[in-house]
């Protein structure tokens, strides 16, 4: 399972099963303890206050909120959510958490299309959109909520 660190942002890859026999995980970069879905320490963070977004990627989740304000997306692996295809851009997009919203920006050159229940897709290029309610996009390509490719997101209020 792929963990990113709350403190550093670093990846890394963790035994689920393991963590849940053992002590809990450090990062590999800081050493801080990681928050791992599902435990006790996660479930205290995450009744803070204040929205977050859950974004779904293959096998990996991640939470966005004031604690964490931002993510990268890319094909590098300096992001924090790293896509391999041809069509997405080394630093193809960003969301960040601001004045208790979340806001998609694209740096790419192919675009990322956008899906929000509810409303008409788009193709956000050189721009920024705020993420509503909850929707899948795709780096580089349309997708379909099955696609391997879509990065599903859910905006979720306290």
Request: aromatic content about 6%; some cysteine.
């Amino acid at each position: 399972m792929i963990v990113f660190c709350e403190e550093c942002g670093s990846r890394n890859i963790v035994d689920k099963e393991a963590a849940k026999e053992g002590a809990a995980p450090r990062c590999d970069s800081c050493k801080t303890i990681l928050l791992l879905h599902g435990s006790p320490l996660s479930a205290s963070i995450s009744q803070k206050k204040g929205p977050r977004l859950e974004l779904k990627f293959q096998d990996i989740a991640m939470e966005i909120s004031q604690a964490r304000p931002s993510i990268t997306m890319g094909r590098q692996s300096h992001n924090n959510l790293v896509v391999e295809d041809t069509r997405v851009s080394r630093s193809h997009s960003r969301i960040v958490y601001r004045q208790d919203e979340f806001v998609l920006i694209d740096h790419s050159t192919n675009g990322t299309y956008v899906f929000i229940k509810g409303e008409k897709g788009m193709n956000l290029k050189q721009n920024e959109l705020l993420l509503q309610g909850s929707g899948i996009f795709g780096l580089g390509r349309k997708v379909a909520p099955d696609s391997p490719e879509a990065i599903h997101f859910k905006v979720m209020s306290s």
